[in-house]
């Protein structure tokens, strides 16, 4: 059975309420100005932000599932990724094969690095192959590729696409990009001010 999401009603602080759905191999993308709420969707579906409403997947509610364990199925990767310990493989339990770094433009060298001499981008990369190691069911992308030139934004979006084709993973993206959007996306929500999605866009692809 494919990954089933649905957002219903959620409003989260001043934001919302805002409802969608999302299946498993789609992409949905998420385009507004600054400051209308799309970061804090995502944390609030992450279960990272108090919210009302109700955020569910494959029929069974967030509020009845640890969060430690939603965040595992709901991965939720920030602009800024986050990082605890002083070197790279430390973050990693399994570290990834050198097929799984190449495929967004990295060599196996960079496990033995220390985070201080990693790029933004570097480090953007690398989260995102942290959370799949937990084989998430779905994916919250904001900005992922923010720190990225024409090249590597290439390799992370082939990254996608693969995931969605391969592991029927759902994808939540928000970006100021609206090109990239358009062509990784089967739909766009454009949000205003406040949360609240005001236009849908169907995508032809």
């Known amino acids: 059975m494919k990954t089933h999401l649905v957002v219903d009603s959620l409003v989260y602080g ?6 969608f759905e999302l299946c498993g191999g789609e992409a949905i993308g998420i385009f507004g100005e600054s400051g209308c709420g799309k970061t ?3 944390r609030a579906i992450a279960d990272l932000d ?8 494959d029929n069974a509610e967030a509020a009845s599932i640890s969060a430690p364990q939603w965040r595992r199925k709901v991965a939720y990767l920030p602009a800024e990724s986050q990082w605890w ?17 190449h495929s967004i433009g990295l060599t196996t060298s960079i496990l ?8 933004s981008g570097e480090k953007q990369r690398l989260s995102l192959l942290r ?21 590597r ?21 928000v970006s100021h990009n609206l090109e990239q959007l358009r062509r990784n996306c089967s739909e766009v929500m454009y949000m ?3 949360g609240v999605v005001f236009r849908k866009e169907q995508v032809p692809h």
């Open 153 to 173: 934004t290439e390799f992370i979006e082939n990254k996608v696409s693969t995931l969605m084709r391969d592991h029927d993973v759902a994808i939540l993206w």
């Open 40 to 42: 804090r969707l995502l």
């Open 112 to 119: 033995n690095a220390e985070v201080s001499h990693l790029s």
């Open 14 to 19: 001043d934001f919302g309420p805002v409802s």
């Open 192 to 194: 205003s001010t406040g």
């Open 131 to 151: 959370a799949l190691a937990s084989q998430p069911s779905v994916l919250l992308l904001d900005e992922l590729t923010a720190h990225l030139d024409a090249e």
């Open 85 to 101: 310990f002083d070197s790279v493989r430390a973050h990693f339990k399994s570290l990834p094969q050198a097929q799984e770094l």
């Open 50 to 57: 108090p919210h009302d409403g109700s955020v569910s997947l």
